[in-house]
């Protein structure tokens, strides 16, 4: 019965494993993507064509950097929840996968950052201003609309979730 659910656990673990690779291939919205119409920063900066460029072949860069990070970081919280639903949680086990996950996740951070300031390094001095200025003001390619996406009665406009 025990190796029935240890194969069970070990097929369900492989399963999410897969299908979290499949979808961290799919496209989705990049940092700082210039193509992207929806992205003000990208729009506040009137990049040159060849500043454009350098940005994409930066973003695709750190497409392929992220990819393995992002698939190790679902596998570990999978196994974490593994841990957690076990008949018996061991709290040693769990603290060392959390451990694990902290770690990848502070290794995406690393690059994201570094990704932020290799573009910022291509700016001109009046385009670095108006970067910083977003950063400083949490505004570097996320959601804009005045509240958070779920709490629509923050957005402050009629027929924008204000009634």
Same mark, same amino acid.
């Not at 492989?14 to 690779?21: C, D, Q």
């Given at each position: =019965?025990?190796?029935? $659910?240890?194969? =069970?656990?070990?097929?369900?673990?492989?399963?999410?494993?897969?299908?979290?690779?499949?979808?961290?291939?799919?496209?989705?919205?990049?940092?700082?993507?210039?193509?992207?119409?929806? !992205?003000?920063?990208?729009?506040?900066?009137?990049?040159?064509?060849?500043?454009?460029?350098?940005?994409? %072949? &930066?973003?695709?860069? +750190?497409?392929?950097?992220?990819?393995? +990070?992002?698939? *190790? &970081? !679902?596998?570990?919280?999978? *196994?974490?929840?593994? +841990?957690?639903?076990?008949? @018996?949680? %061991? =709290? /040693?086990? $769990?603290?060392? @996968?959390? *451990?694990?996950?902290?770690?990848?996740?502070?290794?995406?951070?690393? @690059?994201?950052?570094?990704?932020?300031?290799?573009?910022?390094?291509?700016?001109? *001095?009046?385009?670095?201003?108006?970067? %910083?200025?977003?950063? &400083?003001? /949490?505004?570097?390619?996320?959601?804009?609309? /005045?509240?958070?996406? =779920?709490?629509?009665?923050?957005?402050?406009?009629?027929?924008?979730?204000?009634?």
């Amino acid at each position: =019965m025990k190796r029935t $659910i240890a194969v =069970m656990l070990t097929l369900i673990l492989t399963s999410l494993t897969l299908v979290s690779l499949v979808q961290a291939q799919q496209p989705g919205p990049p940092p700082f993507a210039p193509q992207k119409p929806g !992205m003000p920063m990208m729009r506040l900066l009137n990049l040159t064509a060849e500043q454009q460029s350098q940005i994409s %072949d &930066l973003r695709l860069q +750190l497409q392929k950097e992220m990819l393995p +990070l992002r698939s *190790e &970081l !679902m596998t570990k919280r999978n *196994e974490l929840k593994l +841990l957690m639903t076990a008949e @018996k949680p %061991d =709290m /040693g086990k $769990i603290n060392r @996968k959390i *451990e694990e996950i902290s770690k990848i996740r502070t290794e995406i951070q690393k @690059k994201r950052v570094a990704h932020r300031l290799k573009i910022r390094s291509l700016l001109t *001095e009046e385009q670095r201003k108006i970067f %910083d200025t977003q950063i &400083l003001s /949490g505004h570097h390619g996320k959601h804009h609309g /005045g509240g958070h996406p =779920m709490m629509p009665g923050k957005m402050g406009k009629k027929g924008h979730g204000c009634r």
